[in-house]
């Protein structure tokens, strides 16, 4: 088992494999029933690190078995990479797509409670060959509640923020990057760094 790997699982509480590995299809069955709040409790209950209003989480492919919806999940819709490392309130995501297309990168699933919160970022290499942004959709009706483009927000910046509300009715989201390169024959890569929190006035 890798260095990554031994981290991801030392989140987890369950005492052995098997049981880890069907607490995470309990969750998935939970999810696909769109019974998110039941299904976030159980992974609050056996994630040292989980935390509702946050970005950090573990990633499905170090996990294997024992990955859920609440972790970042890798798309096979964009060729590419992704590197994804947790940070302490956030998430620092640096990506590289080729082939030309659009689509999702990599997501997780949220499950935000009503109100209105923001997503901070710092551009730390600009996207170059296309462009990217985070997409917020309700995970009920696929309905889209924010789209935020990782761009700086003015010239000079690397600093970029958007803002949403969630309404009360499905308490589940799925944020995901989205990328669409210009060209077929060009590649498009870039960092950001990524934080959640509640707007509180």
């Known amino acids: ?78 060729a590419g990479s992704v590197a994804i490392i947790s940070a302490e309130g956030g998430v620092n995501l640096s990506f590289s797509a080729t082939g030309g297309g659009s689509g999702s990168a990599v997501r997780r699933l949220l499950v935000l409670p009503p109100g209105r919160f923001a997503i901070d970022g710092m551009v730390q290499r600009q996207p170059q060959g296309g462009s990217a942004a985070l997409e917020l959709i309700s995970a009920c009706d696929d309905t889209e509640i924010a789209r935020i483009p990782l761009a700086p927000d003015r010239p000079g910046r690397r600093s970029f923020s958007g803002n949403f509300k969630i309404n009360t009715g499905c308490s589940g989201q799925w944020l995901a990057l989205n990328l669409d390169q210009d060209d077929k024959m060009q590649s498009i890569e870039g960092e950001v760094i990524l934080q959640l929190r509640p707007i509180t006035s």
């Open 1 to 78: 088992m890798t260095t990554s790997s031994s981290l991801a699982m030392a989140a987890l509480r369950p005492r052995d494999q098997a049981e880890s590995e069907a607490v995470a299809t309990t969750i998935g069955r939970l999810v696909n029933d769109r019974r998110f709040e039941r299904a976030w409790q159980i992974f609050a209950s056996v994630r040292n690190d989980a935390q509702r209003v946050a970005l950090q989480s573990g990633v499905a492919d170090q996990l294997g078995e024992n990955a859920t919806p609440f972790d970042w999940v890798r798309s096979s819709q964009v």
